[in-house]
């Protein structure tokens, strides 16, 4: 029932900024710890940022101090907004959302963030 859809992604030189978008709908926003992970070619997907309701932030040490994760409860969405975009940044963003009662875990369908030259 929850769905999550990711947007904003897209090719971009080094040093660049981009915001990528998740909606969510289906179930009650609020109920949800949000986060954002990557999965680059030929690697596993890892954490870049999560979000709790509150508002507290934790980071992948890759992209402390350039990415910013945030949401806002009154559209039902999350932000990545991303600085000084490296080529290793590559990768496909995934929208993740757990369930804070029942811990259950969904997942959008990824964007594309290429960084290059």
């Known amino acids: 029932q929850v769905q999550l859809v990711e947007s904003g992604g897209g090719l971009v030189q080094p040093g660049a900024s981009l915001r990528l978008s998740c909606a969510f709908s289906?179930?009650?926003?609020?109920?949800?710890?949000m986060g954002w992970y990557r999965q680059a070619p030929g690697k596993q997907r890892e954490l870049v940022a999560t979000?709790?309701?509150?508002?507290?932030?934790n980071y992948a040490d890759s992209v402390k101090g350039r990415f910013t994760i945030s949401r806002d409860n009154a559209q039902n969405t999350v932000y990545l907004q991303m600085n000084s975009l490296k080529p290793e940044d590559t990768a496909v963003y995934y929208c993740?959302?757990?369930?804070?009662?029942?811990?259950?875990?969904?997942w959008g369908q990824g964007t594309q963030v290429t960084v290059s030259s």
């Open positions: 993740n959302a757990e369930n804070v009662i029942s811990h259950l875990t969904y």
């Open positions: 289906g179930s009650i926003f609020v109920l949800y710890a």
């Open positions: 979000i709790t309701r509150g508002g507290s932030t």
